[in-house]
Nanobody
Framework: LQVVESGGGLVQPGGSLRLSCAAS????????VGWFRQAPGKEREGVSC????????HYADSVKGRFTISRDNAKNTVYLQMNSLTPEDTAVYYC???????????????????WGQGTQVTVPS
């Protein structure tokens, strides 16, 4: 399975973006998917994740209530809808896929499957 992110860009504070994590070489529906981000000079941090069964979704406190993770199985894609964006959301966003949700899904080292190359999100101050 390979995954590719898209949908990043420049957006004004308070605006919205929808990131896509599109898969090839496999069926993303059967994988847990996580979204991470890495701001300049900072470590990569977990933002949101969804289990392979799609019955559980999880969000970091910093994005709870603003971001929504969802699946479109027909398109073999997982989305991250990001609303009410702030400059603190500026980062490169990555998606990761693994056969099951890691024990600690907030640490990138626990995701042993596929990673995308990232998409830049910029919210100017």
């Amino acid at each position: 399975l390979q995954v590719v992110e898209s949908g990043g860009g420049l957006v004004q504070p308070g605006g919205s973006l929808r990131l896509s994590c599109a898969a090839s070489g496999g069926t993303l529906e059967y994988y847990a998917v996580g979204w991470f981000r890495q701001a300049p000079g900072k470590e990569r941090e977990g933002v949101s994740c969804v289990s392979s069964s799609d019955t559980s979704t999880h969000y970091a406190d910093s994005v709870k209530g603003r971001f929504t993770i969802s699946r479109d199985n027909a398109k073999n894609t997982v989305y991250l809808q990001m609303n009410s964006l702030t400059p603190e959301d500026t980062a490169v966003y990555y998606c990761a896929a693994d056969v099951e949700l890691p024990v600690n899904p907030w640490l990138d080292d626990y995701w042993r499957g596929s990673w995308g190359q990232g998409t830049q999100v910029t919210v100017p101050s």
